[in-house]
């Protein structure tokens, strides 16, 4: 499937740690499984992976806010 944000490139299956910042705090999601455009680094995850990535993402907010 050709990338549905740049057209430029066939998205890729795999699984990469995913760098996150938030408030200028950097961390790093680890093995966040998706399809990755070599092109424009845009990901797309199923629902699963999206609900698991968004709550380490607040997480990790939630301690910055703190």
Known sequence: MKCPICGAAELEHDT???PYTYKGNHTVIP???AD???VCNESITDNA???RVM???RIF???IDD
Do not use: F, H, Q, W
């Open 55 to 57: 709550e380490i993402m």
């Open 61 to 63: 907010a939630n301690k």
């Open 31 to 33: 093995a966040v499984t």
């Open 16 to 18: 990469r740690d995913l």
């Open 36 to 38: 990755y455009c070599p």
């Open 49 to 51: 992976e999206s609900e």
